[in-house]
């Protein structure tokens, strides 16, 4: 973590870039224990598996967090295929950033397979009318895949990576730019060379994995909007409204990743592509270096959102607790009135 100076936890690269990092990790870090916290006290109360995986999701952001801002604390220089680690971790040498680097990449699969998980829970229980976890085997077999993408993906990354010896000849020391960064205070992750086929491999999962995502997801949201869409108004106003609320919100709970997660990693493995010649160089590293800002932007977001939901949510019960007390009361006084009528 960096504390506005360079110390034993933190050597900084770029002064301004760490004090926002810093700044923007700490409220996304207060934002997601917050979030955390309220989750598992409603959790308590109304022991809802969908909130009891909201609460796991929750917990993995911290660690997510803590990771990549206080642990690693990962500077990019794509398109120059390297990343350099300026955190605790550089302590545990290159082979240590690497495979932190590579799970904290890892996040965007990791955030895809709890979306779908969480959406397909949902279709469990509005469509197929059993528990939240009980899926069938096509459903499982397509989770298990997304399981086995993310451990490939971890694999593939942290193979990939090419000795130091190698990274500095062919990448920093042909950028001055980059050349300030191999002194010992920092810790490297670089790729190509002479593993340029592990990052095809990287880049292949990951493309195979959005393709079973938004399959998977589509064929979701087919089914539930068709569900709701065939209620009977008359019949079940109250089943469709309550149904269509739980689909908005999972809605809304996708696009967040899609335009804060999804759309900046494809960036990023287009600028890795794409911007590696000379004139395009300086304009790939500024915008994929704005990719922490991003993932951080996400977190904070996303916990502030799911701590509104459940806010609202719990204040539409309450309301009807309410309206249903005022009903039974006045039908009440009207029973006790026209008895004492009766008796008279």
């Not at 997510?64 to 971790?89: A, H, Q, V």
């Not at 950033?97 to 699969?109: D, E, M, P, V």
């Not at 600028?271 to 922490?292: D, K, L, M, Q, W």
Request: aromatic share 18%.
């Amino acid at each position: 973590m960096y504390l506005f100076l360079n110390t034993f936890f933190s050597q900084c690269p770029d002064e301004f870039y760490c004090k926002l990092l810093t700044i923007m990790a700490s409220i996304s870090l207060f934002c997601q224990i917050s979030s955390a916290i309220f989750l598992f006290k409603k959790y308590k109360r109304k022991k809802n598996e969908y909130i009891k995986f909201l609460l796991i999701v929750r917990s993995c952001h911290i660690f997510y967090n803590i990771l990549g801002s206080y642990i690693g604390e990962f500077r990019t220089f794509l398109p120059r295929y390297t990343i350099i680690c300026y955190g605790l971790i550089r302590y545990l040498g290159d082979i240590a950033c690497s495979i932190s680097g590579s799970l904290f990449l890892s996040l965007a699969i990791a955030e895809g397979f709890c979306i779908i998980y969480a959406f397909n829970g949902q279709y469990n229980i509005i469509i197929r009318e059993v528990r939240f976890h009980e899926n069938n085997k096509l459903q499982w077999l397509s989770i298990f895949l997304m399981i086995i993408y993310f451990f490939l993906f971890f694999i593939t990354f942290s193979l990939g990576t090419i000795p130091r010896e190698e990274a500095i000849k062919n990448i920093y020391m042909v950028d001055n730019e980059l050349k300030k960064y191999i002194n010992g205070s920092f810790t490297i992750i670089a790729f190509g060379g002479s593993k340029t086929y592990m990052f095809n491999i990287y880049l292949t999962i990951a493309f195979i994995t959005m393709i079973n995502t938004i399959t998977h997801y589509i064929y979701i949201c087919g089914k539930i909007y068709k569900f709701i869409k065939n209620l009977q108004i008359n019949k079940s106003s109250n089943i469709k409204r309550n149904y269509s609320k739980h689909f908005y919100h999972h809605i809304i709970s996708s696009i967040f990743p899609v335009i804060l997660i999804y759309i900046p990693t494809l960036y990023l493995s287009l600028a890795v592509i794409f911007f590696t010649h000379e004139p395009y160089i300086e304009f790939g590293r500024t915008t994929t270096n704005a990719y922490s800002f991003i993932i951080i932007s996400y977190s904070i977001v996303s916990s502030i959102y799911i701590v509104i939901y459940f806010w609202n949510h719990s204040s539409e019960e309450s309301h009807k607790k309410s309206s249903l007390q005022i009903k039974g009361n006045m039908l009440l006084k009207k029973f006790i009135i026209r008895n004492n009528i009766d008796g008279k």
